[in-house]
């Protein structure tokens, strides 16, 4: 399973975290716009940034939208799974699920906070969560967290419609556009 090193810095000091990357689009033949994810904690609380190159925002509701996602889990049943869904102006769409896409969007996590910055070119997420909330779902389990990176890469087309682009931190290896299994995530190892 991939890992990414959780490095223990001071708050949101993403000049010390490892940058993630590698994302791609797994279900088409396409060259990936430039993403980025960093994340560091300190102690008490887990700090994430994404860093997107995106010339056509689509904005929206966060479902409706561009955006970035971080899926957790407390192990590969993923019974249940969470989803942080958040668009470039910091909505979040959250819920809790089953595998495999039983969802329960009456399920928020309002710890989970996330501000979002528009500039030509692209856009900045970053969100924060104290570490014990992510240790009372249970995710977080001797310095590992099951966990996925994602994104949303929308675009207008030639006759107005919304096309729709899927990007993987890891491929899911499916025949389709999935994030909702067990195989596109990876591990958080957190670091002291």
Request: glycine content about 8%; some cysteine.
């Amino acid at each position: 399973m991939s890992e990414y090193h959780v490095r223990r810095a001071g708050p949101a000091d993403f000049s010390k975290a490892d940058c993630l990357s590698d994302f791609t689009f797994p279900w088409i033949d396409r060259a990936p716009p430039n993403t980025e994810f960093r994340a560091v904690h300190d102690g008490g609380t887990l700090y994430f940034q994404f860093e997107v190159e995106d010339e056509d925002l689509v904005l929206g509701e966060p479902i409706d939208s561009d955006r970035v996602e971080i899926f957790i889990a407390i192990d590969e049943a993923l019974d249940p799974y969470y989803g942080f869904e958040m668009d470039p102006q910091g909505g979040v769409l959250d819920y809790r699920a089953k595998f495999h896409r039983e969802f329960d969007f009456d399920w928020t996590l309002p710890e989970w906070k996330t501000d979002g910055e528009i500039f030509e070119g692209g856009y900045r997420l970053t969100g924060s969560v104290p570490l014990s909330v992510l240790e009372n779902l249970g995710c977080l389990q001797s310095g590992r967290m099951m966990a996925g990176a994602y994104r949303a890469e929308f675009s207008h087309g030639a006759n107005g419609e919304i096309l729709e682009d899927w990007m993987s931190w890891i491929d899911p290896l499916t025949k389709t556009p999935d994030f909702h299994v067990p195989n596109s995530f990876g591990t958080f190892v957190f670091e002291d």
